[in-house]
T-cell receptor, first 117, second 114 residues
Framework: AQKITQTQPGMFVQEKEAVTLDCTYDTSDQSYGLFWYKQPSSGEMIFLIYQGSYDEQNATEGRYSLNFQKARKSANLVISASQLGDSAMYFCAMRGRARAGSYQLTFGKGTKLSVIP | DTAVSQTPKYLVTQMGNDKSIKCEQNLGHDTMYWYKQDSKKFLKIMFSYNNKELIINETVPNRFSPKSPDKAHLNLHINSLELGDSAVYFC?????????????FGSGTQLSVL
């Protein structure tokens, strides 16, 4: 079974500063995928970034980067130059094998990020 | 055009009623899901369908019954609604069944059971 842990229920960051949201995972799978999703107050789930377990380079998407440390089983999200619109819940998720050879996405409990002007 | 659309966006109903939430995706994806987000924002998978076939059925009361008439649709029917069913229900889809494919989510249905 997969497990995702986000230890920061809430974080504050000053506008224009960088912030790191922590995520650790546990899995016995050799192959898996790690995702970050953003959920603003409007409620929709927005895909931010993906890292494959065999990818040697850390994933980057604009202001988002994923600090992937496989040996430590961590996949932290780094947001550079925070903007007010970054205030939202952020979910780390892992896609790995479920029953009957299928795959499923397991989510962490989320971190609420608040950007301060 | 909305990629994954679910209706209704809000659903307020009395305990004991039966209700349905509809989901449609126009992305040509093979796999669709239902997730439940509780009041603490925790997201948990309920069901997964691949090409109309049920492949994941987590520990969900059998009052919840998914129906997939075709691979573009996955509806969720809930019988005898209970107070604890109040949550946001998300439909999602993905193009393939492997660990590299991201999920596209619908905008959610906020269910309130009174």
């Amino acid at each position: 079974a997969q497990k995702i842990t986000q230890t920061q229920p809430g974080m504050f960051v000053q506008e224009k500063e960088a912030v790191t949201l922590d995520c650790t995972y546990d899995t016995s799978d050799q192959s898996y995928g790690l995702f970050w999703y953003k959920q603003p107050s409007s409620g929709e789930m927005i895909f931010l970034i993906y890292q494959g377990s065999y990818d040697e380079q850390n994933a980057t998407e604009g202001r988002y980067s994923l600090n992937f440390q496989k040996a430590r089983k961590s996949a932290n999200l780094v947001i550079s130059a925070s903007q007010l619109g970054d205030s939202a819940m952020y979910f780390c998720a892992m896609r790995g094998r479920a029953r009957a050879g299928s795959y499923q996405l397991t989510f962490g409990k989320g971190t609420k990020l608040s950007v301060i002007p | 055009d909305t990629a994954v659309s679910q209706t209704p966006k809000y659903l307020v109903t009395q305990m004991g009623n039966d209700k349905s939430i509809k989901c449609e995706q126009n992305l040509g994806h093979d796999t669709m899901y239902w997730y439940k987000q509780d009041s603490k924002k925790f997201l948990k998978i309920m069901f997964s369908y691949n090409n109309k076939e049920l492949i994941i059925n987590e520990t969900v009361p059998n009052r919840f019954s998914p129906k997939s008439p075709d691979k573009a649709h996955l509806n969720l029917h809930i019988n005898s609604l209970e107070l604890g069913d109040s949550a946001v229900y998300f439909c999602a889809s993905s193009t393939r069944q492997d660990d590299g494919e991201k999920l596209f989510f619908g905008s959610g249905t906020q269910l309130s059971v009174l």
